[in-house]
């Protein structure tokens, strides 16, 4: 990888097969440190499947005749650079679960389990990074996450008939209050990366700009790195934040092909 602070991935040739006869290859992308990401591009151009590559949620298809074929990826600027090719795929899942540890994911849809309520929905994410930490410590670090994003209306009771929000299982709470429950559960193990596909396009309006003031705080406060597939017009929220946004057009042919 370059010898620059500001870039934590980079692919080379990177290719992902869906059959025989299709696939798409992604030249060298650049994805820059501290910086809100966004990845933008007609339907079926490849945005979730670049985002799905580079968090180790799908395997990458190297073309074995290349040997350039990779993803790098540097954590910190004074940390080696990890090869996909060479110290992931090559060895045990374990490796894959310990890198995949630095990463937070915001999906379209929550993925919450409703047969656990809100808070243990959180606080798992963070037991599998940390096992062995106290549930009492633990609850207090989900209440401080609660307050410092501006969700603590997650913790009181909406009647005197139900539990708050954050104790009830997740089926019982609107789209919005979902939705910043799976973002409390991206962010609880303090991700160096966070990956989001969609996270505005199934809230309101008002959801969708708490979610942003979120993201946008990750970057600048504690310098976490977005890579955020959002639709064309959801962009103008993040106007105020111009400065910290990296677009990667894959509309561009050259960027990505369709090999039929």
């Known amino acids: 990888m370059e010898n620059y602070d500001d870039v934590i991935f980079k692919t080379i040739c990177l290719k992902k097969n869906f059959s025989d006869y299709q696939s798409i290859k992604y030249p060298e992308i650049i994805i820059k440190r501290k910086k809100i990401n966004i990845i933008q591009g007609t339907t079926g151009i490849g945005k979730t499947s670049l985002l799905n590559l580079l968090g180790l949620m ?16 540097r954590p910190e600027p004074n940390l080696k650079e990890i090869s996909y090719r060479r110290d992931v795929y090559n060895n045990s899942k374990k490796e894959v ?14 993925h919450l389990l409703d047969d656990m309520t809100c808070r243990e929905n959180i606080e798992i994410r ?20 609660l307050e410092l994003k501006g969700f603590q209306d997650l913790k009181y009771q909406e009647n005197t008939n139900s539990p708050p929000p954050i104790n009830r299982s997740p089926a019982s709470l609107s789209g919005g209050q979902r939705h910043r429950v799976a973002l409390l559960r991206a962010l609880i193990h303090s991700p160096r990366v966070l990956f989001t596909d969609e996270p505005l396009a199934s809230v309101d309006e008002k959801t969708a700009k708490s979610i942003v003031e979120v993201l946008v705080e990750e970057v600048h406060k504690k310098g976490v790195t977005i890579i955020a597939v ?13 400065e910290m946004l990296n677009i990667i057009d894959l509309n561009n042919s050259t960027v990505v092909n369709f090999i039929n």
């Not at 679960?97 to 929550?110: A, K, P, V």
């Not at 064309?232 to 929220?237: A, H, P, R, W």
């Open 97 to 110: 679960s310990l890198i995949r540890n630095d990463f937070g994911f915001l999906f379209q849809h929550d």
């Open 230 to 242: 959002i639709h064309d017009k959801e962009k103008d929220l993040f106007s105020d934040s111009s």
């Open 126 to 145: 963070y037991f599998l990074k940390f096992p062995g930490q106290k549930k009492d410590e633990v609850k207090i670090k989900t209440d401080i996450l």
């Open 58 to 73: 799908d395997k990458t298809d190297f073309n074995l005749s290349e040997s350039e074929s990779d993803v790098l990826y």
